[in-house]
T-cell receptor
Framework: AQTVTQSQPEMSVQEAETVTLSCTYDTSESDYYLFWYKQPPSRQMILVIRQEAYKQQNATENRFSVNFQKAAKSFSLKISDSQLGDAAMYFCAYRSYSGGGADGLTFGKGTHLIIQP | KAGVTQTPRYLIKTRGQQVTLSCSPISGHRSVSWYQQTPGQGLQFLFEYFSETQRNKGNFPGRFSGRQFSNSRSEMNVSTLELGDSALYLC??????????????FGPGTRLLVL
């Protein structure tokens, strides 16, 4: 079974600075997706960024980028120019290609990101 | 496009009762997955439906069931409620390319409290 580990239960960053959230995962598969989701106090789960394992290029979405290290099974999220609206729980998630992805997402425990004005 | 909608948003039940939660996916999305979120266990996969068929189920007892209709809307049912079933239940929908699920988009969730 796959596991996802987020070793930082809470992170704090000053507004406008850069912060990196860590995620490691364990799998024996070679084809899979990795995701970062954000869950603000409203509890709505919002997709931040997605990475396909076969792609060597790291995904980027505006101020959000990832550092995907497949051999090390590491998938960190970098948030540049942090804004107050970035405050939320951030979840790293894994999904296999096998079975069409019907096994569902495996989530980490989450990192609570605090933005200090 | 409208997002994933879930009804009801909040629900209070007592032990032993049953409950049905509903999820309407984004238009064109044919896969619907359900997740349970609790402070202790975090986010856990319940089941996934595609073309009215349950393709997989997570490690939950048989009290948890679901179904999908021909319009891709899905319901999940929990019978004989226990206190530990109190949770946020999240529904996610996605496009399917071939049989491969694409990115999942989540609804706002249904918060269930069992007394």
């Amino acid at each position: 079974a796959q596991t996802v580990t987020q070793s930082q239960p809470e992170m704090s960053v000053q507004e406008a600075e850069t912060v990196t959230l860590s995620c490691t995962y364990d799998t024996s598969e070679s084809d899979y997706y990795l995701f970062w989701y954000k869950q603000p106090p409203s509890r709505q789960m919002i997709l931040v960024i997605r990475q396909e394992a076969y792609k060597q290029q790291n995904a980027t979405e505006n101020r959000f980028s990832v550092n995907f290290q497949k051999a090390a099974k590491s998938f960190s999220l970098k948030i540049s120019d942090s804004q107050l609206g970035d405050a939320a729980m951030y979840f790293c998630a894994y999904r296999s290609y096998s079975g069409g992805g019907a096994d569902g997402l495996t989530f980490g425990k989450g990192t609570h990101l605090i933005i200090q004005p | 496009k409208a997002g994933v909608t879930q009804t009801p948003r909040y629900l209070i039940k007592t032990r032993g009762q049953q409950v049905t939660l509903s999820c309407s996916p984004i238009s064109g999305h044919r896969s619907v997955s359900w997740y349970q979120q609790t402070p202790g266990q975090g986010l856990q996969f319940l089941f996934e439906y595609f073309s009215e068929t349950q393709r997989n189920k997570g490690n939950f007892p048989g009290r948890f069931s679901g179904r999908q209709f021909s319009n891709s809307r899905s319901e999940m049912n929990v019978s004989t409620l226990e206190l530990g079933d109190s949770a946020l239940y999240l529904c996610a929908s996605s496009l399917v390319q071939g049989f491969l699920i694409e990115t999942q988009y989540f609804g706002p969730g249904t918060r269930l409290l069992v007394l």
